[in-house]
Nanobody, 114 residues
């Protein structure tokens, strides 16, 4: 059974930082493409960042230079370091794994507000 468990969300002021982590189990992690998506109220879920099985990364334009995705294949974890956070980054953030099918975590709330 595949499980993706996110942690690290919370409330932060504009300009602040948060680090999200996702612990994966039940899949061959080193072969999986991993990503972070987010969904704000009333909006569609959107891709934030992705890291391929061999390490290439891609980012949503609005987070480039502020967010960094990384993975640790020894620990089966993927992280998202978020700096210079803005109110428009407020959303539920979901961990995603892609192998021969898609898997999702339960989501973690990120709120950027003063």
């Amino acid at each position: 059974q595949v499980q993706l468990v996110e942690s690290g969300g919370g409330l932060v002021q504009p300009g602040g930082s948060l680090r999200l982590s996702c612990a994966a189990s039940g899949l061959l992690f080193r072969f999986a493409d991993m990503g972070w998506y987010r969904q704000a109220p009333g909006q569609q879920r959107e891709l934030v960042a992705v890291i391929g099985a061999r390490g290439p990364t891609n980012y949503k334009d609005s987070v480039k230079g502020r967010f960094t995705i990384s993975r640790d294949n020894a620990k089966n974890t993927v992280s998202l370091q978020m700096n210079s956070l803005k109110p428009e980054d407020t959303a539920v953030y979901y961990c995603h794994a892609s192998t021969n099918r898609d898997y999702w975590g339960q989501g973690t709330q990120v709120t950027v507000s003063s």
